[in-house]
């Protein structure tokens, strides 16, 4: 029973070293107050918001971690700081890159990491 506790131990720690890419964030601004536009295609919610000064439109889910594709981390030359593996429910498997914006800039808010 120890030595299950201890390998269930051993394996918490390493696969906590991603965790480090998900720091808490803040606010660069003190004091705000907005009213933020948002558009609304197909009953989805869509917020303009800039990363490292680029426009981009991004999906507004409340319960995710915010997600980008593939070709806008091209784009903005983001490097791969980790990954990892997705399984959907049909058991296929996907890799997924893990990367970090330092400031998401939504209608002249800055967000930092």
């Known amino acids: ?3 299950a ?4 131990i051993i394996l918490l720690l390493f696969s906590c070293g991603k965790q480090r890419l998900w720091v808490k964030g803040k606010v660069q601004q003190k004091s705000f107050a907005r ?5 609304i295609k197909n009953g989805l919610i869509f917020v303009e918001v800039f990363v490292n000064g680029r426009p981009c439109n991004f999906l507004m889910d409340t319960g995710a971690p915010t997600l ?4 806008l981390v091209e784009e903005l030359g983001l490097k791969t700081k980790a990954f990892g593996t ?3 429910s049909y058991d296929r498997r996907n890799r997924i890159d ?3 914006l330092e400031t998401i800039t939504i ?3 800055n967000f930092i990491r």
Request: no cysteine; hydrophobic share 50%.
């Open 1 to 3: 029973m120890q030595k």
């Open 5 to 8: 506790i201890g390998i269930l």
């Open 35 to 39: 009213e933020i536009p948002v558009q």
């Open 68 to 71: 980008i594709d593939a070709q």
């Open 86 to 88: 997705a399984v959907d």
């Open 98 to 100: 893990y990367t970090v």
């Open 107 to 109: 209608d002249s808010i």
